[in-house]
C-alpha cells in the first residue's frame, strides 16, 4: 500500500477526520483536469485502493452484521457527506414522520464506501449524489445504473414508495 493510503488510514483509525479529510482533498485535487497524468493516475489510483481497502470493508461489515430486528426498523438508510447532509437528515426525519423505516449517515470522506459493498451487504437501491458534476449515479441490485442529470428526480422505486426528489433541491 502507497504511504499515502496508509496514512490516511492510520487518521481515521486515531479519529483524526480533519487531517484524513485533507490528505483525501489534496488526492482528489491531483485527480482534476491539469494535474501531470501521472500524478493523476497514481491520484486515481490511491483513492480507489482505499475505497476497496479493508477500512471501507470494515465499515460496511458493521451494515452486514445487525440482527433482524435492527433491519427491520431500518430498511432503508440515506448516506451523505458535506453540505447535502442536512438535506439527507431533514429527508430521513421527513419520511421517518410519514412511517417509513429510514435512517440517514453522514460520512466525512470523500467517495467514502464501495457502492458494491453496500450492494452486497443488502442495499437494494444507492444513489450518489456528485454536487460537481450536477448529477446523481442510481445502483440497483439488479446491477442497473442510471445516471440522472440535475433536472431529473430521485425515485424511492420500491425501496421508499412515493419518494420524489428533484435533483436540484439537494443541489441547490
Given at each position: 500500500?502507497?504511504?499515502?493510503?496508509?496514512?490516511?488510514?492510520?487518521?481515521?483509525?486515531?479519529?483524526?477526520?480533519?487531517?484524513?479529510?485533507e490528505?483525501?482533498e489534496?488526492?482528489?485535487?491531483?485527480?482534476?483536469?491539469?494535474?501531470?497524468?501521472?500524478?493523476?493516475?497514481?491520484a486515481?489510483?490511491?483513492?480507489?485502493?482505499?475505497?476497496?481497502?479493508p477500512?471501507?470493508?470494515?465499515?460496511?461489515?458493521?451494515?452486514?452484521?445487525?440482527?433482524?430486528?435492527q433491519?427491520?426498523?431500518?430498511?432503508?438508510?440515506?448516506?451523505?457527506?458535506?453540505s447535502?447532509?442536512?438535506?439527507?437528515?431533514?429527508?430521513?426525519?421527513?419520511?421517518?414522520?410519514?412511517?417509513?423505516?429510514v435512517?440517514?449517515?453522514?460520512?466525512?470522506?470523500?467517495?467514502?464506501?464501495?457502492?458494491?459493498?453496500?450492494?452486497a451487504?443488502?442495499?437494494?437501491?444507492?444513489?450518489?449524489?456528485d454536487?460537481?458534476?450536477?448529477?446523481?449515479?442510481?445502483?440497483?441490485?439488479?446491477?442497473?445504473?442510471?445516471?440522472?442529470?440535475?433536472?431529473?428526480?430521485?425515485?424511492?422505486?420500491d425501496?421508499?414508495?412515493?419518494?420524489?426528489?428533484?435533483?436540484?433541491?439537494?443541489?441547490?
Open positions: 500500500m502507497p504511504p499515502i493510503q496508509s496514512l490516511i488510514e492510520d487518521l481515521l483509525l486515531v479519529g483524526d477526520f480533519d487531517a484524513a479529510a490528505l483525501v489534496a488526492l482528489v485535487r491531483e485527480t482534476e483536469a491539469g494535474s501531470e497524468t501521472a500524478r493523476r493516475q497514481t486515481i489510483i490511491a483513492i480507489d485502493e482505499l475505497v476497496a481497502g477500512m471501507m470493508r470494515h465499515v460496511v461489515s458493521h451494515l452486514a452484521t445487525i440482527d433482524d430486528a433491519f427491520e426498523r431500518v430498511k432503508a438508510m440515506l448516506v451523505s457527506m458535506g447535502g447532509a442536512e438535506v439527507v437528515r431533514e429527508t430521513a426525519i421527513w419520511l421517518a414522520s410519514k412511517g417509513e423505516k435512517g440517514a449517515l453522514q460520512v466525512l470522506l470523500y467517495r467514502p464506501f464501495s457502492v458494491a459493498d453496500f450492494l451487504a443488502g442495499a437494494r437501491l444507492v444513489w450518489v449524489i454536487p460537481e458534476r450536477m448529477e446523481a449515479r442510481v445502483y440497483r441490485q439488479d446491477g442497473s445504473l442510471a445516471v440522472l442529470g440535475e433536472d431529473d428526480a430521485l425515485d424511492g422505486e425501496v421508499l414508495p412515493g419518494f420524489r426528489c428533484k435533483l436540484t433541491q439537494i443541489l441547490a
